[in-house]
């Protein structure tokens, strides 16, 4: 008797399909699609700054594309002749006692929105961001009245109060979430360990909000040094104004000196750069962990 023997089962068939693997946009677009588009906007950024280097690096009236013969007199006439020393100094002045104030008071006012809970709290917040819809130039008339009479026009300290006071809101609010991120159990297991609250803050919070400080500090400075309208209102003396308002004594009616304003803009450039060279890192975990809602 012949018996049938039945076919092997398929192996093929008897495995189960492998999923495809989906295609995504990035694949499926040319690299060039993107990379083009980048270079356009790196070439569209970068020119004006080759620009300014180009007027501060090349001779008096000259029309060359390329700063050669290289000089520095353009540096060395606003650094000497236009009291920019001066100005630097009074700007670094001004940016410092803005991000240690602002840092300190923010600190303060985002651990009481972040750890407290109050009837207001959610009006004072509300305050704090319509805040941000006023301009500075609003500022300028209430400020310079409650400065006239304690006797503080001219003064440093006016700007640096004036600075202090435009940047607290944004940087209460960010330095809040922050301090929402760090979980309260950790505090509470200081406290439980003998701890008061404000060593326990020291302790325990603080350091994790490293980021946070550093980007809140990072802003108040970079603002304070950029801003021109509290120091071109409250400050007359000459030995007492900032960066911004020394790149505009550069400028007349009659004529602009470019290669002197362009190395004055190059010598208040720097500064900003190189701080932001050293903490991105911390500025973009800082602004990503404030952004995130605890």
């Given amino acids: 008797m012949i018996t049938e023997i039945a076919p092997a089962p398929d192996r093929v068939a008897s495995e189960p399909a492998r999923p495809r693997r989906k295609r995504r946009a990035w694949d499926e677009v040319p690299r060039w699609h993107i990379y083009l588009p ?33 000089t520095f007199d353009h540096f060395d006439k606003v650094w000497n002749e236009r009291a920019f020393a001066t100005f630097f100094q009074n700007s670094v002045l001004v940016g410092i006692a803005t991000l240690v104030m602002t840092t300190l008071v923010a600190l303060a006012g985002g651990y ?18 319509c805040t941000q819809f006023v301009p500075g130039a609003l500022l300028l008339v209430p400020l310079f009245e409650i400065f006239a009479k304690l006797q503080m026009i001219n003064s440093l300290g006016s700007v640096i109060i004036a600075e202090t006071v435009f940047q607290l809101p944004l940087s209460m609010i960010l330095i809040s979430g922050f301090i929402r991120n760090v979980p309260a159990s950790l505090e509470e297991a200081a406290w439980v360990d003998g701890c008061n609250r404000f060593t326990a803050f020291r302790i325990v919070v603080l350091p994790l909000l490293r980021p946070g400080l550093i980007a809140v500090g990072s802003f108040a400075f970079v603002h304070a040094w950029n801003h021109f309208l509290f120091a071109l209102m409250f400050l007359s003396d000459q030995g007492k104004q900032t960066i911004p308002v020394g790149l505009n004594t550069l400028m007349s009616a009659d004529s602009v000196d470019l290669g002197a304003l362009a190395a004055g803009g190059i010598i208040a450039a720097v500064p900003v750069v190189i701080v932001f060279a050293f903490i991105q890192k911390w500025l973009i975990t800082g602004f990503s962990a404030g952004a995130v809602k605890g």
């Fill in 38 to 70: 980048l270079s356009l906007y790196l070439l569209f950024t970068l020119v004006p700054f080759y620009w300014i280097l180009l007027f501060a690096l090349r001779p008096a009236g000259s029309t060359s594309l390329v700063p050669w013969p290289m």
């Fill in 112 to 129: 009481a929105l972040a750890r407290f809970d109050f009837r207001v709290k959610k009006a004072f917040m509300l305050a704090l961001l």
